[in-house]
């Protein structure tokens, strides 16, 4: 069992609040059999700012218990079971190129076969930053390829709609060359963010978003503040969206929580305003 998460806030100090009523599935079991080999975290502090573990965890990994001393707007996490790529530092999501943050869930069929036709593809530039050996690195980099024929690359305010449409040829690129029998029995999903806006896909793998507009009596809060335990602390302005991917079904039930119907974009804008779109 692998997972994918990406969230986005609105307050950066109240991250381990708006996560709390998702930290079910922000645990993911570790077991002989679990197939976990590495993990990482990224989030925005003024700068893109990882923390990758490129080893099989020894314990269940609390992905909420490592986000919640956190300050920031935007995070993805992921927790690894390999394909392509041995377990090491340049293997490990999230990856990252300038401002954009990027994992994945899945894999790319007949990768080896086709690694070297799909890299012919992305500019020299691009090319030089992929470090690893993961099918994962290389479709980041296929998306910023098609941002950069769009020469939005490096536009601090690109849409929503720009990502998609980038995103879109890069699967449809995919699809193209595995085929369409093989893509369609594959399971993907990916989230992106370059810390204003956030794209994730669904393919195959189930995904579910959460979409928080206020808490109230805040249980975090209430458990720090103990001069005031019999006080209400309510975060009326706090808004966020959590998008998982490929976890249990009893860890996303319960209010708020929905699931995304299969082959759809989900894109946030810096709004926190929630678009579903079909990938075609």
């Known amino acids: 069992m692998s997972r994918l998460f990406a969230y986005m806030g609105n307050d950066p100090a109240r991250v381990a609040c708006a996560l709390y009523p998702a930290r079910k599935a922000l645990v993911v079991p570790v077991a002989a059999n679990s197939g976990i080999d590495s993990w990482g975290i990224g989030f925005y502090q003024g700068e893109v700012l990882l923390q990758r573990r490129p080893k099989a965890p020894t314990d269940d990994l609390d992905f909420y218990a490592v986000a919640r001393e956190l300050r920031t707007d935007a995070i993805i996490g992921h927790a690894r079971t390999g394909t392509y790529g041995k ?16 994992a994945h869930h899945g894999s790319v069929p007949g990768f080896d076969r086709l690694h070297g036709e799909l890299a012919s593809t992305i500019p020299d530039f691009l090319v030089r930053n992929i470090r690893g050996q993961t099918d994962s690195e290389l479709l980041f980099h296929l998306f910023l390829a098609h941002l ?14 720009m990502v998609r449409d980038a995103l879109r040829a890069t699967l449809d690129r995919v699809e193209q060359m595995v085929g369409a029998d093989a893509w369609q029995s594959a399971e993907c999903a990916i ?5 204003r806006i956030m794209v994730a896909a669904r393919h195959g793998s189930p995904m579910h978003v959460l979409r928080l507009q206020s808490i109230q009596d805040c249980p975090v809060c209430r458990e720090h503040a103990h001069d ?3 006080k209400r602390i309510d975060h009326e302005h706090l808004r966020a969206v959590l998008l998982v991917a490929d976890a249990p079904a009893d860890a996303v039930k319960g209010a708020g929580w929905s699931e995304i119907e299969d082959d759809r974009f989900v894109a946030v804008n810096h709004d926190l305003h929630v678009e579903i779109t079909p990938i075609h």
């Open 228 to 230: 005031v335990r019999d």
């Open 148 to 161: 950069h024929g769009t020469n939005k690359l490096d536009e601090g305010r690109v849409s929503t709609t």
């Open 87 to 102: 377990p090491k530092n340049e293997n490990t999501h999230p990856f990252r190129f300038r401002s954009w943050m990027f």
């Open 191 to 195: 989230a992106l963010t370059n810390g």
